[in-house]
């Protein structure tokens, strides 16, 4: 079992950043590939960003490359999504997942809430 918190969240102005977190539990976190994906209003989840447990193998969504930047810190449990240049359009809730095979992404955090004004 895996228990995601996300934080760091809020309101930002366009062309600004954020940083999220993610916390998880346990003592296996290493071997979890973790991914960031969001969900804005009136639309489905889409996968944002993916990392290989050793932290050594990154993916990102073309919409995000170059402007947001996953990354793990296994000490602490923790990963990371460096958000930059935000623009309106990465408005949404922003949830951090974990998977230990593939892409099934069993565990979940409650998602925090990004919010970018123009």
């Known amino acids: 079992q895996v228990q995601l918190v996300e934080s760091g969240g809020g309101l930002v102005q366009a062309g600004g950043s954020l940083r999220l977190s993610c916390a998880a539990s346990?003592?296996?976190?290493?071997?979890?590939?973790m991914g960031w994906f969001r969900q804005a209003p009136g639309k489905e989840r889409d996968f944002v960003a993916a990392?290989?447990?050793?932290?050594?193998?990154?993916y990102h969504v073309d919409s995000v490359k170059g402007r947001f930047t996953i990354s793990r810190d296994n000490a602490k449990n923790t990963v990371y999504l460096q958000m930059n240049s935000l623009k309106p359009e990465d408005t949404a809730v922003y949830y951090c997942?974990?998977?230990?095979?593939?892409?099934?992404?069993?565990?979940w955090g409650q998602g925090t809430q990004v919010t970018v004004s123009s």
């Open positions: 346990g003592r296996t976190f290493s071997r979890y590939r």
């Open positions: 990392i290989s447990g050793s932290g050594g193998s990154t």
């Open positions: 997942a974990a998977a230990m095979y593939g892409n099934n992404w069993n565990y």
